[in-house]
């Protein structure tokens, strides 16, 4: 309890509020523009914690990842056009109800099953956070070394289409990751006689190019030419006793699982939508059913990407695992403010953990008051097109890139990883996993050597504890898993059918079919 | 002659062909051993994974391309357009020092969509240019020089 007051002393400070404000504020606009996402503006905005402090970078990067879960499905409901992927799933229902002209209700509930699910997420993390970091106590380089990769390779393979494509990513990353002076031999690895490559290959280029430009350059063509008919008035929003009576248990159904989800790395408040949709069609079905405009539809996954967007916190901050490139760019802005991320950042920093805590609180908080008369703004933000907007972005990158180490060689990164970004998407390459393998690759490498020299070369070494065998005998499991998988005859045509319904829902212009 | 994944077979060549880089590269570097690691040993490891990780997507989209979807469409003018706007800052924020650099980005950039006429470029160029002033130099504080030896 003396916790929660310790965080409560952090976050209520005048600069955490203020950071917090900013956060979830860009966050619930990112979430509501189609073709960014809150991974390119935290990207965007990762710069600027170089210089306002741990805390509240923290409050910040997470208000944005929090808050666009918010926003995400605005144009999901108006638009049947996703702001952010995890509101894919909102749109097959919540669009039919806003053709049925309750779009109202649809926003509402929207607001309503979000602050529930992230408010059972916080529950979960403080009820477990303790459980953890007594665990992480006893992590040595072993330990360290298998969850590590245990992470890496969850979150490249698993729940994914194209694993072969998530480990190459993550294989890359890793790589990537050896460029610049080694720590333990201080020998220049892969510079090629570069002097700015001589500390390794800078976060925020790769991030901004990867992430930020080349998404948005590859949605100039399609986020464009929509248009909202209706009006929205506050009273068009109330739902009615019957809404509320079926939205109940798919929130609390949503919230729990969303919570669950979201804590393992490698899924993500996507997965955690799409698990939350697929259990409502399991109960009983109301009317109208299920894909035809039921707020059961919308209640779920909101609530699940929301308790999932909380709980994804817990592995990175209590363990040193980002499950998520979100989360590593979260696990980067701790590392370049001198905080390692891991067991011991509970005892260590509890001001910093708690305060993160409560902030997410009042985050949440916020975004409640805020989304409800911000709904009209939204809708004439929405109707300024794409091509204005992307040039500031453009831009808005150079200078956040530059402003990093007044080094014009990071814009010349960023364009390298601009080009790398597009050429990805071609080849149909997830960016996510390289950024993981990327952060945690130089971890992984020292916790390898580090167990190799004390076992003395002996591979036995990295299974001396019962946690290390059990995350390596993971690994392996969910490498077999894969290798059957690609022997294995056809994919199971259910889980294709769901992923590709969203998408497939829509023309590019953002026509229902 | 059997569908094949060209997708697949394209990515996994790329794979392949940059972790083999990586590979042969981190032999300039000492390996050392097992237990005594030098710097050239985990690159090695990781170029060889992924280098069996490349082959087996090609094997993949050689065996199992049916039904892969193709290549989707690249915006060209976008991205020959963006690129040139990254370049273009790069090589005048030295120099020339901010505004410059941010019209060049800002109005190369723009050039992506057809649609965006001479006034709606320089209007936003000018956008661009207000942003970013008062985000950085004035709300961050940073010493960026408006125009290099000017102000």
Not at chain 1, 150 to 163: E, H, K, R
Not at chain 1, 180 to 187: E, I
Not at chain 1, 290 to 312: D, F, Y
Not at chain 1, 346 to 369: A, C, E, K, T
Request: aromatic letters at 10%; hydrophobic letters at 55%.
């Amino acid at each position: 309890m003396d916790m929660i007051l310790l965080g409560m002393e952090q976050a209520f400070t005048l600069e955490s509020l203020y950071y917090c404000f900013v956060g979830v504020s860009v966050g619930m606009i990112v979430g509501v523009l189609p073709g960014i996402g809150s991974l390119a503006a935290m990207a965007l905005l990762l710069p600027m914690t170089f210089y306002v402090g741990p805390m509240s970078a923290l409050v910040m990067l997470a208000g944005i990842y929090y808050g666009s879960e918010y926003g995400g499905s605005v144009a999901s409901i108006l638009l049947n056009l996703p702001g952010s992927p995890s509101s894919a799933v909102t749109a097959i229902d919540g669009y039919q109800m806003a053709r049925a002209g309750r779009p109202g209700v649809a926003l509402f509930m929207t607001t309503i099953a979000s602050f529930i699910g992230g408010s059972v997420g916080i529950l979960t993390i403080m009820f477990l956070s303790g459980v953890i970091s007594t665990i992480g106590m006893a992590f040595g380089s072993a330990e360290y070394f298998a969850v590590v990769l245990f992470g890496l390779v969850a979150a490249s393979t698993v729940g994914n289409d194209a694993p072969l494509r998530g480990l190459s990513m993550m294989v890359i990353g890793m790589l990537l990751g050896c460029v610049g002076l080694d720590t333990n031999s201080a020998v220049a690895r892969f510079t090629f006689g570069n002097l700015d490559l001589r500390s390794g290959l800078d976060m925020v280029p790769l991030v901004m190019g990867l992430f930020g430009v080349a998404t948005v350059v590859m949605s100039v063509m399609s986020a464009d030419k929509v248009t909202i008919k209706d009006k929205i008035t506050i009273r068009s929003m109330l739902p009615t006793a019957e809404d509320i009576r079926r939205s109940i248990m798919p929130i609390l159904r949503g919230s729990i699982s969303g919570s669950l989800v979201g804590i393992l790395p490698g899924t993500g408040t996507t997965m955690a939508s799409f698990v939350a949709y697929g259990t409502e069609k399991r109960f009983k079905q109301g009317n109208p059913p299920l894909g035809k405009g039921a707020i059961e539809g919308v209640a779920a996954p909101e609530a699940a990407n929301n308790a999932a967007s909380q709980t994804a916190f817990v592995p990175t901050l209590t363990l040193g695992l980002p499950g998520s490139a979100s989360m590593a760019i979260v696990f980067g802005a701790l590392l370049i403010n001198g905080i390692t991320p891991g067991p011991l950042l509970i005892s260590q920093r509890p001001d910093l953990f708690w305060g993160l805590i409560v902030s997410f609180w009042l985050g949440n908080l916020l975004l409640l008051i805020l989304n409800i008369p911000m709904i009209g703004i939204w809708v004439r933000l929405l109707q300024m097109p794409y091509r204005l907007l992307f040039p500031i972005i453009v831009t808005l990158v150079c200078v956040g890139t530059y402003s990093v180490n007044y080094n014009p060689f990071d814009v010349w990164m960023a364009l390298f990883f601009s080009a790398v970004g597009v050429l990805f998407i071609v080849l149909r390459f997830q960016p996510a996993p390289l950024l993981l393998g990327f952060i945690l690759g130089p971890l992984a490498e020292i916790h390898f050597r580090n167990t190799m020299s004390i076992s003395g070369g002996n591979f036995s070494g990295l299974i001396s504890s019962g946690i290390s065998t059990t995350f390596l005998f993971a690994t392996v499991a969910m490498i077999l898993t894969m290798i059957y998988g690609l022997f294995a005859a056809a994919r199971s045509p259910n889980r294709h059918e769901a992923e590709k319904k969203p998408k497939e829902s829509l023309h590019r212009d953002g026509r229902s079919r | 002659m059997r569908q094949v994944g060209w997708v697949s077979v394209a990515g996994g060549a790329f794979i392949l062909l940059v972790c083999g880089a990586f590979f042969i590269l981190s032999f300039q570097y000492e390996m050392g051993s097992l237990s005594r690691m030098r710097p050239g040993l985990f690159p090695a490891i990781l170029g060889a994974v992924g280098f069996l990780v490349g082959a087996a997507l090609i094997v993949n989209g050689v065996f199992k391309g049916a039904g892969e979807v193709p290549v989707e469409g690249v915006p060209l003018r976008a991205l020959v357009c963006t690129l040139a706007a990254i370049a273009g800052f790069a090589f005048l924020i030295r120099s020339t020092g901010l505004l410059p650099a941010v019209f060049v980005s800002t109005g190369l950039s723009a050039l992506s969509d057809p649609r965006n006429n001479l006034l709606t470029t320089i209007g936003l160029a000018l956008a661009a240019a207000s942003l970013v002033s008062v985000i950085f130099v004035w709300a961050l504080g940073l010493p960026l020089p408006f125009i290099q030896g000017v102000f």
